[in-house]
């Protein structure tokens, strides 16, 4: 579980508070989790994250910096209840986190990989020549 709320943005529709039953949210222009009009905000701009007990910040990719409390960052850093993030135009403040039982993407696509290779399943196949194309 992830609860912040957003204090700035020119954005007026995200101006509240957010709380995500996930162990990772993605945000930016055009984010998954949370979308954000804020023209100075890549697609995907920040991830956060709770792998353990702890809270990480992940910039993505071609992201220069982002401030925690005023302090510029350039990579993953840890965050606690209380911080405030900016990024973009938009800052945002860390209300609570705490880790979920439900699985990331990640967790779920490394289980049925495993599984499918536990069964000898003849997906495999089309598993590993789709992953040759990607190379």
């Given at each position: 579980m992830i609860h912040f709320e957003i204090t700035q943005s020119p954005d007026l529709n995200v101006l509240t508070s957010f709380k995500f039953?996930?162990?990772?949210?993605?945000?930016?222009?055009?984010a998954h989790d949370l979308s954000i009009a804020d023209f100075t905000l890549k697609n995907i701009h920040l991830l956060l994250e709770v792998p353990e007990s702890e809270l990480l910040i992940h910039?993505?990719?071609d992201v220069d910096h982002y401030l925690i409390n005023g302090k510029r960052a350039t990579s993953i850093r840890k965050l606690k209840v209380g911080d405030t993030v900016s990024f973009g135009q938009s800052i945002l403040?860390?209300?609570?986190?705490?880790?979920?039982s439900f699985p990331s993407k990640k967790e779920l696509l490394d289980k049925k990989l495993a599984d499918l290779i536990a069964e000898g399943s003849p997906r495999?196949?089309?598993?590993?020549s789709i992953t040759k194309q990607m190379k």
């Open positions: 039953q996930k162990n990772e949210i993605y945000l930016g222009r055009r910039p993505q990719k403040k860390i209300i609570a986190f705490e880790r979920t495999l196949q089309v598993i590993e």
